[in-house]
């Protein structure tokens, strides 16, 4: 189990690492100057796959919701929110801006939903009756659920109009989610004596849980410190309360974010989101921590005023 975790660990660490890289380079003025694009595509892709481990979860109940419509809305959501990336020059008088993309997006979604669910209405009788609010109820969660990670990636991407930047932010939120997790782990399993949530993840401790910010804090650092300056030529200035913030809030909202995944988990009666990648689960068991980490996340990179780049 543990040789299959990291095999498929090192691949989705490869690949992410690949893209990001490919990203920061078609972001280039001298390439092609679309920052984002790359992270749109996987942004797109990983939605969708998302999505369908939702929607296979919900499959054991009553009531099940249409695969095809949902991850078709999930794509159409996510590809409005990257709308910004078809500008070489994103126009700062655009009055959605670049985050009302995002809103736009999930309001289409659920509009779909509605369509389809009126065209193919018909009247309820005895057992069927409240079938179709169940529907739009849990393809709306599915599409909230999906835009909290997804929706805020984009942008982080395009902070400060740079490219460097973006990618500094990207790595910033999943190097803090993924060292918090490996800490807690670590410190759980060397020091771990109270169950932090023994029903919904039985393998969490109040003392894994502590060592968790420690992780986080240690991960943006480093993005900051040494990623950003040394790999992307770029002087990140942030107050000194910032890190602490950073750390302590993404890897407390990473927390959240796993043990929300393993409520639905739970609740749906399932181990892993899918089996996709041996050894770690689905995408969604990859990305839960991300989900509730991300708003956070955002909202910390725009809270500081942000400084000048020093290069591309």
Known sequence: ???????????????????????????????????????????IIAA???????????????????????????????????????????PNDCPLGEFGWVFSGLILAIVMMFGIEMLKFKSPTGSSQGEVIDRLGRSTL???????????????????????????????????????????????????????????????????????????CVAAAICVFVVAPHLFEIEIQKPWWWFLAYGILVSAAGMMGDLAESLVKRDCNTKDSSSWLPGLGGVLDILDSAVFAAPISYFLWIVAELPSQTGN
């Open 48 to 90: 969708a796959m998302t999505a369908s481990e939702l929607v296979q979860m919900f499959s054991n109940v009553a009531c099940r919701v249409n695969h095809t419509v949902v991850v078709g809305a999930t794509i159409a959501m996510v590809a409005v929110s990257s709308a910004p990336v078809m500008w070489t020059n994103y």
């Open 142 to 216: 599915i599409f909230v659920y999906v835009a909290m990670c997804f929706g805020f990636l984009i942008p982080h991407r395009f902070l400060q109009d740079g490219n460097g930047y973006g990618i500094i932010a990207i790595v910033t939120l999943i190097s803090t989610v993924k060292m918090a997790d490996s800490f807690a782990y670590f410190v759980g399993k060397s020091f771990g004596t109270k169950k932090l949530a023994p029903i919904l993840s039985p393998g969490k401790t109040l003392q894994g849980s502590l060592g968790a910010p420690i992780g986080g």
């Open 1 to 43: 189990m543990l040789g299959r975790r990291l095999i498929s660990a090192a691949i989705i660490i490869t690949a992410i690492v690949s893209l990001l890289c490919l990203d920061f380079w078609l972001g280039k003025d001298e390439v092609l100057g679309r920052p984002g694009l790359a992270v749109c595509i996987l942004a």
